[in-house]
């Protein structure tokens, strides 16, 4: 068989590509050299956001293009995406108050809003939204943006890929690629020989070396590498709320609900010059973070609180920038052309939120090579689970009412995972006991078969980490038995 794409990388944009031109009729293959989203996109900050801080960079087009997204995609995926309050407050000396009244406007009128709020300005000092803060914080201002489940959106996007016709293989990586007049011919790992009209690379932090080694194309174009980390703390505050928080040096750290128990603190960025490949925080970075959520805390985090920590590598496009902060979160396409040769695309940066419209706007740089492609249509779909017209907490109410063996607590864990697709695991269960055996936190034989036989899992990280967070709340034994059963 001959495709028309082949793409290479499993991370979100390398799967939001293969959705849309799956569903535009052409015939896709997806080849990942690890597990789906084993990279970049399982270790972002978790938000669907316009990029406020980009504002100061003058990254207008950007952030409009994010801001539209966040509705969009809030609307395709309320199981996985869902409104989150941040608040900022304001300390004398940083950035002034008519600059942050001015950049919370222009993040509320740069694109349609409809379902998220607008800012405002607040009184902390009594508030609950202050009780966290030190007594100095007495003023602030809220804003909206959107929390996503990263790695899930990414998986979503390969499911509905894979549903729209698409092939999908992980733990295939690509060796070589040659142009054979028209068409690539590509090898991966293992021997196995595939022919595609036109050849995609969206391997993240791999882009360069996949078109210097495999494909053996010099591009003008470069990615430069930025290390994000985050720490899991226990539960720093209560209420819904997240907190953004200004430094002096002009960065912004996030401090989130996450998983319940958990606060998320995040991100650092710092110059990786390496190798790509699995990377870990710093000490330096650990005390970093540390320092700047302290600044703002009435009662400060130490190490002890610290429950775990995750790392990765941004591949940003290089613009040149010298201090990795200001380094542009926008994507840049390298399309090489040669003369009756068949084409690649190279992909340059992106962030989570604009995958979708990286995806359309990849296939409109494609379009001369791919004649039969169809429309756009992504805008208006929804990803797979996310059919609720009632809304999710009707869904949620209709679920807890027809499974009460399930509980509360699971059933707010399945839904917010799986969405509608939650009753392919559920099936005709009556009973908890009919779903198998329980690994703990309730995830059960049933839950585990639907994750290998339609998600791609294969390993106990795939499952614990990316498919989930229940590595947070499982215990090692509890992990050790997952790992047992699969190997078995």
């Known amino acids: 068989m001959i495709y028309d794409l082949l793409i290479v990388g499993g991370g979100i944009n390398g799967c939001a590509i293969a959705r849309d031109a799956a569903g535009r009729g052409l015939s896709v293959r997806l080849v990942e050299q690890g597990d789906l989203a084993q990279g970049t996109s399982s270790a972002s900050t978790k938000l669907i956001h316009g990029g406020l801080r980009y504002l100061e960079l003058y990254e207008f087009r950007l952030v409009h293009e994010a801001l539209a997204e966040r509705e969009l995609l809030l609307a395709a995926a309320p199981h996985i995406i869902w409104?989150?309050?941040?608040?900022?407050?304001?300390?004398?000396?940083?950035?002034?108050?008519?600059?942050?009244?001015?950049?919370?406007?222009?993040?509320?009128?740069?694109?349609?809003?409809?379902?998220?709020?607008?800012?405002?300005?607040?009184?902390?000092?009594?508030?609950?939204?202050?009780?966290?803060?030190?007594?100095?914080?007495?003023?602030?201002?809220?804003?909206?943006?959107?929390?996503?489940?990263?790695?899930?959106?990414?998986?979503?996007?390969?499911?509905?890929?894979?549903?729209?016709?698409?092939?999908?293989?992980?733990?295939?990586?690509?060796?070589?690629?040659?142009?054979?007049?028209?068409?690539?011919?590509?090898?991966?790992?293992?021997?196995?020989?595939?022919?595609?009209?036109?050849?995609?690379?969206?391997?993240?932090?791999?882009?360069s070396q996949v078109l210097e080694d495999a494909l053996r194309i010099h591009s003008r174009k470069h990615v430069r590498l930025v290390k994000g980390s985050h720490l899991v703390l226990r539960k720093l505050f209560e209420g819904p709320q997240a907190y953004i928080l200004q430094n002096p040096d002009g960065r912004i750290v996030f401090a989130i609900p996450y998983e319940h128990d958990f606060t998320l603190v995040g991100t650092t960025d710092v110059s990786y010059e390496g190798p790509p490949g699995a990377v870990a925080i710093s000490d330096a970075e650990m005390d970093y973070l540390l320092n700047s959520l302290n600044h703002f805390l009435r009662k400060p985090a130490t190490c002890a609180d610290i429950v775990s920590s995750f790392a990765g590598l941004r591949p940003l496009y290089d613009d040149g920038s010298l201090k990795a902060s200001v380094v542009t979160r926008d994507y840049a396409f390298d399309l090489d052309t040669p003369e009756n040769g068949a084409p690649s695309l190279s992909i340059f940066g992106g962030k989570i939120t604009t995958a979708r419209r990286l995806a359309e706007h990849a296939l409109d740089q494609l379009a001369a090579f791919l004649p039969a492609r169809g429309e756009a249509w992504t805008a208006g779909a929804v990803f797979p689970g996310g059919d609720m017209p009632q809304g999710f907490d009707r869904f949620l109410d209709d679920l807890k009412r027809d499974k009460p063996f399930l509980g509360d607590e699971l059933a707010l864990r399945l839904a917010r995972a799986y969405g509608t697709r939650l009753f392919e695991i559920l099936k005709n269960a009556r009973t908890f006991g009919d779903l198998g055996r329980d690994f703990g936190y309730g995830l059960t034989e049933a839950e585990i078969a639907y994750l290998r036989e339609k998600e791609w899992a294969r390993t106990a990280e795939d499952i614990l980490w990316r498919r989930s967070k229940l590595g947070l709340h499982m215990s090692a034994p509890q992990q050790q038995a997952l790992r047992e059963f699969l190997g078995a």
């Not at 009244?101 to 222009?106: D, T, V």
């Not at 508030?127 to 809220?142: E, H, N, Q, S, W």
């Not at 729209?164 to 992980?170: D, F, K, L, P, Q």
């Open 83 to 207: 409104p989150l309050k941040f608040v900022l407050p304001y300390e004398k000396g940083l950035r002034p108050v008519w600059l942050l009244r001015l950049g919370l406007f222009l993040y509320d009128h740069l694109a349609r809003r409809k379902r998220l709020e607008g800012s405002h300005m607040v009184t902390l000092a009594g508030d609950a939204l202050g009780a966290p803060l030190r007594d100095i914080y007495r003023v602030g201002f809220t804003y909206a943006d959107c929390w996503v489940d990263d790695s899930r959106l990414v998986v979503l996007n390969a499911r509905d890929a894979a549903e729209r016709g698409a092939t999908i293989n992980v733990g295939a990586k690509l060796i070589r690629a040659e142009r054979q007049g028209d068409r690539w011919r590509a090898t991966l790992e293992g021997g196995e020989a595939i022919e595609a009209r036109v050849l995609v690379n969206a391997a993240g932090p791999w882009v």
